[in-house]
């Protein structure tokens, strides 16, 4: 049954900081998270807190070897990492992935400079899990798991960002967070990523007339998302990232706006899962 699908579930969907509160409460508050299972393989995509309630969920189904791959490692995409959980369990194997500071900080590195007094009470050497550390280049082709491809690339981001494209099953989703467009151009290498997908998770911290007083922040919009999905020949579009003010009510209108534009597009919840049915048909 497993073997059928490529699911994907969102544990944390808030760009920036986690958020609480009633106008949060139905879209969520964690920062980015997301599980995505490959038949019996277990991929996860960044750190934030939603990755406390993942590490929950993984436990609870006795999920014990399984990959971490970081985009960046911004407080909002590692954050929960010394809460989860796993790393302090003997009997997992986890193998952790980064590239976006490649030739400056080895992923062991990112990892043992965050999880250390006097920001954390212990060091890194705590975790007893088994830890294998991985480093990559942007543009390298990634498997993590058998049949697994993750196609990686390079997106516009202080300090560097990772965008994956992750292919399994004649299905591909594609991860896209965190990133600044220029202004009507289409970024090459988000599209070489995207092409043909059946889901793109994308940043859409800002709309188009925030971003005229955000540049240089690095986040993307709606309005850019669904041009490059349809550019791209993708079929969804998950609205991602969201900026720490937006309300369950605003996050509720941009929905509609890019829905009106794209039929795909739906604004991403925490908890959400998406099933993707194992396709023979596709090219690549
Ligand atoms: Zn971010
Ligand atoms: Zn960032």
Redesign the pocket.
């Known amino acids: 049954m497993d073997d059928d699908f490529f699911l994907v579930r969102f544990w944390g969907v808030r ?2 900081i986690a958020v609480s509160g009633p106008e949060f409460a139905r879209y969520g508050g964690n ?2 998270c997301i599980e995505m299972r490959c038949g019996k393989h277990t991929l996860l995509f ?1 750190a ?1 807190s939603g990755l406390r309630p993942a590490g929950r969920a993984l436990q609870a189904s006795d999920v014990t070897d399984f990959d971490l791959l970081f ?2 490692c ?4 590692i954050i929960g990492l010394p809460a989860f959980a796993p790393i302090f369990d003997p009997s997992v194997k986890l193998t952790l992935w980064s590239g976006h500071l490649a030739g400056r900080m080895t992923t062991r590195q990112i990892i043992d400079e965050f999880i250390r007094p006097p920001w954390f009470p212990v060091k890194m050497n705590v975790c007893k899990a088994n830890l294998d550390c991985r480093d990559f280049v942007s543009g390298d082709v990634l498997r993590p798991r058998e049949g697994v491809v993750v196609r990686t690339g390079s997106l516009t ?1 202080p300090g560097g ?1 990772i965008g994956y494209r992750i292919e399994w099953g004649g299905r591909v989703v594609a991860v896209i ?2 990133t600044e467009h220029e202004p009507d151009k289409l970024d090459q290498s988000v599209l070489d990523l995207i092409e043909d997908a059946d889901l793109v998770i994308y ?1 859409c ?1 800002y709309t188009e007339k925030e971003m005229e007083r955000r540049r240089g922040n ?2 993307s919009t709606w309005q850019q998302g669904v041009k490059l999905c349809e550019a791209a020949g993708a079929r969804a579009l998950a609205l991602f ?1 969201h900026d720490p003010t937006r309300t369950d009510e605003q996050l509720d209108e941009m929905e509609k706006l890019a829905k009106d534009r794209f039929a795909g597009a739906f604004a991403a919840r925490d908890g959400q899962m998406l099933k993707f049915r194992v396709s023979s048909h596709r090219k690549r």
Do not use: V
């Not at 911004?74 to 995409?77: G, P, V």
């Open positions: 760009g920036s920062t980015i960044d934030g985009t960046h911004h407080y909002d995409h981001h960002c967070t965190d940043d911290t690095g986040h990232h």
